[in-house]
Nanobody
Framework: QVQLVESGGGLVQAGVSLRLSCAAS????????MGWFRQAPGKEREFVAG????????YYADSVKGRFTISRDNAKNMVYLQMNSLKPEDTAVYYC???????????????????WGQGTQVTVSS
């Protein structure tokens, strides 16, 4: 069973940075595209950032473009989300997701991903 474990969340003030990590196991990590999603209270889960299996392509939601950076280390089975200039509206549970099937684009739909982590809470105070 594929396992994804997120870490790095917390309570921070607006304007600071935070880095989320996702450790993947029980999969051929370098064959999986990865993504980060988030879900705020009372809202639907939304795409944040995605990265291709080898890391050559990335894609971001407009709301985080220029502030967040997704990266991966295939040697360590890790994917990261560097979040800079955090805003209160970034408050949410952040989820790591993995997709096994190849696409010629960076997947961004929640239904395109096969495996999900349990999430890590990020709270940004104003």
């Amino acid at each position: 069973q594929v396992q994804l474990v997120e870490s790095g969340g917390g309570l921070v003030q607006a304007g600071v940075s935070l880095r989320l990590s996702c450790a993947a196991s029980r999969l051929t990590f370098s064959s999986y595209a990865m993504g980060w999603f988030r879900q705020a209270p009372g809202k639907e889960r939304e795409f944040v950032a995605g990265i291709s299996s080898r890391g050559g392509d990335t894609y971001y939601a407009d709301s985080v473009k220029g502030r967040f950076t997704i990266s991966r280390d295939n040697a360590k089975n890790m994917v990261y989300l560097q979040m800079n200039s955090l805003k209160p509206e970034d408050t949410a549970v952040y989820y790591c997701a993995a997709r096994s099937r190849f696409t010629p684009y960076v997947a961004s739909g929640a239904n395109e991903f096969d495996y999900w982590g349990q999430g890590t809470q990020v709270t940004v105070s104003s």
